[in-house]
């Protein structure tokens, strides 16, 4: 078994075993504490750029269902766990995680203490890491001088618009690198939807009619997102029901007065307790947040705050005031982690039922 | 055992979505009262304005109507009719220039909604009345419509749509039976 190091910038190495790809790779590395999901985890955009830490001790182990994927083509740029299964013998001879990454060049380390790995990182905050062959100082040159891009989104969301047909509401989804979770909701709801880039403007948006528009999760900071995206958010609002969620739940902060904050300790995982605060209802939900909006900032004459995470205190979702517009800052459709909240998406539907019915009686 | 339509989670999402609506629609809480229309509807009432105070951390008045007197569709006897009108009611607010918002569970022929307007309105003169209903089944025999509505169920006259409650039936829930 080809012995593989993974290190970090800050000078520390682990040695461990390879698997997939033996490519070398260099990102952001971000610990993910959920249980189940690695597919799910490995395939989400909202990790383009990034080298995963499982907490979860061992993973590979149910191989990778055509069915929960979430997203074509893969842009994590590394797995690190502690126990590495290739299994894939089951009944429906699914493909292996291995020959999945080695298919979508992602390398993965295994054998590594990766409780040390966590604590270390909870202690020293965010940082770059490289998965390479060797641990010399060459290796952790380039790693230093390796520059992560901040434009993740245009790297990774639609260029050109595409239809994912349906029977029922008119739904545009704005593409901020959107995990197919998102569209799969909204596919069981029956949604005839349009998929558009994230640079789409108001007025290409509302052109195509829709009942409603949902702003995607994706990666990054919404920060690095010009002023525009805030502009069209702000003409879309007035006009149709809106549902934000994630990278797309903070930009709508943004578009409504709110600053944002980057974690200090970033928090992928759906161990946290979120609170609904009109019906102080507590349920979990996957939450892949690496920003939060600070709630100081909020505008109370514009938002609501909706939901709060109830560890580290930060807003989960925000309603206007004057408009059928809310977001969510978690993943509301569960892939992975718990569906309490996939109910988001039936409110949204509703939403958008009762502002076509409003103008007319329908019996 | 009728077909589910609501279960406890979606009646629940759909009051917190009509709550939303509310303040969406009259700009805020200022004036607000409540009523609800006894039985279910009071309950419905009083569930709409926990979440108003969880949200806007101020209390709106709910009251209680009975329109049974009111009804079009019970003989009353002409004499009694003014004493015996409003006496199962507990209102303990003036809806002089507030904004009313009436609460049902189930819209249906509109009678119902039409007594309690003229009810609302032996009460004294509210600024605006709008209606919040949890179910609409349609087949309306009065001008009426529902400003909020948590769901459109489209129904058969021949179907009977059943409200449950936690307070008084035990369960939320909202089912038709055939």
């Known amino acids: 078994m080809t012995e593989r190091y993974l290190i970090l910038e800050d000078g520390s190495a682990y040695l461990g075993k390879a698997f997939g790809s033996l490519s070398t790779t260099t990102g952001e590395i971000v610990v993910n504490s959920t249980m189940n999901g690695y597919q799910e985890i490995i395939s989400n955009q909202i990790y383009h750029n990034q080298i995963i830490v499982f907490t979860q001790s061992s993973i590979g182990n149910t191989g990778l269902d055509q069915n929960a994927y979430e997203s074509i083509m893969p842009t994590a740029k590394g797995v690190v766990v502690k126990e590495y299964e290739n299994l894939a013998t089951d009944q429906f001879k699914r493909i292996s995680l291995d020959r999945y990454l080695k298919l979508h060049r992602i390398p993965g380390i295994y054998d590594v203490d990766t409780r040390q790995i966590v604590h270390h990182l909870r202690e020293k905050g965010n940082m770059k890491a490289s998965i390479v062959d060797v641990a010399d100082e060459h290796a952790f040159d380039q790693l230093h001088a390796t520059v992560l891009t901040n434009q993740q989104v245009s790297q990774v969301a639609t260029p050109k618009p595409y239809a994912n047909p349906g029977d029922g509401d008119n739904v545009v989804v704005v593409d901020f690198g959107l995990k197919s979770g998102i569209l799969r909701e909204l596919s069981k709801r029956d949604c005839n939807i349009t998929v558009v880039p994230w640079n789409s403007t108001s007025e290409m948006i509302l052109d195509l009619d829709p009942d409603g528009v949902v702003l995607s999760t994706g990666p990054g900071a919404p920060t690095s997102l010009p002023d525009d995206v805030l502009e069209m958010i702000r003409n879309v609002q007035e006009a149709v029901p809106m549902l934000a969620i994630g990278l797309g739940h903070e930009l709508f902060a943004m578009a409504n007065d709110a600053q944002i904050v980057a974690l200090e300790s970033m928090h992928y995982g759906s161990n946290h307790p979120i609170r609904e605060i009109i019906t102080n209802e507590v349920f979990y939900a996957g939450q892949e947040q690496g920003y939060a909006i600070d709630s100081k900032s909020i505008n109370h004459d514009k938002l609501y705050i909706t939901h709060a995470d109830l560890i580290n205190g930060t807003v989960q979702g925000l309603r206007h005031r004057d408009y059928p517009a809310f977001s969510v800052q978690f993943s509301p459709d569960g892939a992975p982690g718990p569906k309490d909240a996939v109910g988001v998406f039936d409110d949204f539907v509703e939403i958008m039922a009762r502002r076509r019915d409003s103008s007319e009686t329908r019996f | ?178």
Do not use: C
């Open chain 2, 1 to 178: 055992m009728g077909k589910n339509i609501l279960d406890k989670m979606a009646m629940q999402r759909a009051l917190t979505r009509i709550t939303y609506e509310i303040v969406e629609r009259n700009k805020g809480v200022e004036d607000l009262v409540l009523i609800g229309i006894k039985t279910r509807g009071v309950f419905l009432a009083e569930r709409i304005a926990n979440r108003l105070q969880q949200l806007e951390n101020v209390s709106i008045p709910v009251g209680e109507l009975d329109i049974t007197n009111y009804r079009d569709d019970i003989e009353h006897d002409a004499t009694s009719i003014d004493e015996i009108k409003m006496s199962n009611n507990n209102i303990d607010f003036s809806v002089e220039n507030k904004r009313v918002i009436l609460v049902d569970d189930v819209l249906y022929t509109g009678r119902t909604v039409r007594a309690a307007l003229s009810a609302v309105m032996d009460l004294g003169r509210p600024k605006s009345i709008n209606l919040a209903v949890l179910v609409d089944r349609g087949h309306r025999e009065l001008p009426i419509r529902a400003d909020f509505v948590g769901k459109n169920i489209p129904s058969s006259q021949k179907e009977k749509i059943k409200v449950y409650v936690n307070e008084i039936d035990g369960k939320d829930a909202v089912e038709i039976l055939k």
